[in-house]
């Protein structure tokens, strides 16, 4: 059996680490915050006392960090992870980084003959506890196939995006729509209520038609509207608007290295930056809607 090295227990990384602990896998964890290792020692993880004890004769390394500063820090340099792990050693890098970053490890990890894909992931939490993540994949399709097994215990959908750095060309671009439709669909909403129509109603009439889209399906902003949307439950768990940011951020790097335009991914990464200031930034980023209901 398989030993699996996890490293980073967050909201996505220990409903995972989760996961494959059910596929049956030995799971090793390690994360700053002790509460999280001791929720994943419940359910059959053993614990690391470092980073690079959990490394230590695991035959794959899965990483879920919150930026390109982490995931760098993690791997790069003579203390970095990189230079401890043993060559043909498997690393899922599963963070949402920025591409440059992405290529900068890899090339370190080739340098070791350390095989690497970096793999962001889309499907929030729910996606993440069900099982059902989809992964945007980066790297060698020979290593690919050799992974797929450990995708598969955390998701449904896993794509091959091409060479080294392109999951996260794909996840930048994927969050840039979402935001901008996530956006487009709270003024709409606010826009109907003002003039007199029930959200719930206009939700459905738009969802039918040709404004129907992903947070009209499953993740209305409106309070109310859904059940099970964030919204439904003041915006608490979810997908953080300051995440949300980060990678609206990551997108607008990308597209000033390629000397793309990109006015609407421009206009939502002020909007949720504005967001933030106003102190939203730990809530999920449906709440783009209280921007437009006064």
């Keep these: 059996m398989q030993t699996i090295a996890f490293i980073g227990l967050g909201h996505m990384g220990a409903p995972m680490a989760a996961n494959l602990?059910?596929?049956?896998?030995?799971?090793?964890?390690?994360?700053?915050?002790?509460?999280?290792?001791?929720?994943?020692?419940?359910?059959?993880?053993?614990?690391?006392?470092?980073?690079?004890?959990?490394?230590?004769?695991?035959?794959v390394v899965v990483t879920m960090l919150p930026a390109s500063q982490h995931v760098e820090g993690l791997y790069l340099g003579n203390e970095g992870l990189l230079a401890h792990i043993v060559p043909g050693t498997l690393v899922l890098e599963c963070s949402t980084i920025a591409p440059a970053s992405a290529r900068k490890v890899h090339q370190a990890a080739a340098e070791r003959k350390i095989p690497m894909l970096d793999a962001p992931v889309s499907g929030g939490t729910g996606g993440a506890i069900a099982g059902t993540l989809t992964f945007m994949v980066g790297g060698d399709a020979q290593v690919l196939e050799r992974a797929h097994p450990v995708f598969s215990a955390m998701g449904r959908n896993i794509f091959h995006a091409g060479g080294d750095g392109a999951g996260q060309v794909a996840k930048v671009c994927n969050n840039q729509l979402l935001a901008v439709l996530m956006i487009g669909t709270a003024e709409s909403l606010a826009l109907g209520a003002a003039n007199g129509l029930d959200p719930v109603v206009l939700?459905?009439?738009?969802?039918?038609?040709?404004?129907?889209?992903?947070?009209?399906?499953?993740y209305?902003?409106?309070?109310?509207?859904?059940?099970?949307?964030?919204?439904?439950?003041?915006y608490t768990g979810g997908f953080m608007a300051a995440l949300m940011t980060k990678d609206l951020g990551l997108a607008q790097e990308t597209a000033q290295v390629s000397g793309n335009s990109?006015?609407?991914?421009?206009?939502?990464?002020?909007?949720?930056?504005?967001?933030?200031?106003?102190?939203?930034g730990e809530q999920d980023f449906s709440v783009i809607q209280k921007l437009f209901d006064s």
Excluded: C
């Excluded at 999280?36 to 004769?57: C, E, F, M, P, Y």
């Excluded at 738009?206 to 399906?217: D, I, K, Q, V």
């Excluded at 509207?225 to 919204?231: F, H, I, L």
């Excluded at 609407?264 to 967001?275: D, F, H, Q, V």
């Design 203 to 218: 939700s459905e009439i738009m969802r039918r038609s040709s404004g129907g889209n992903w947070a009209l399906e499953v």
């Design 262 to 280: 990109t006015p609407m991914g421009s206009l939502a990464l002020a909007l949720y930056r504005l967001l933030v200031k106003q102190g939203h």
């Design 21 to 59: 602990i059910k596929a049956g896998y030995l799971l090793r964890v390690f994360d700053l915050v002790q509460s999280a290792i001791d929720g994943l020692i419940a359910q059959g993880a053993s614990a690391a006392r470092s980073a690079h004890d959990a490394v230590d004769g695991a035959d």
């Design 220 to 234: 209305n902003p409106w309070p109310g509207v859904m059940e099970n949307a964030p919204a439904s439950r003041g």
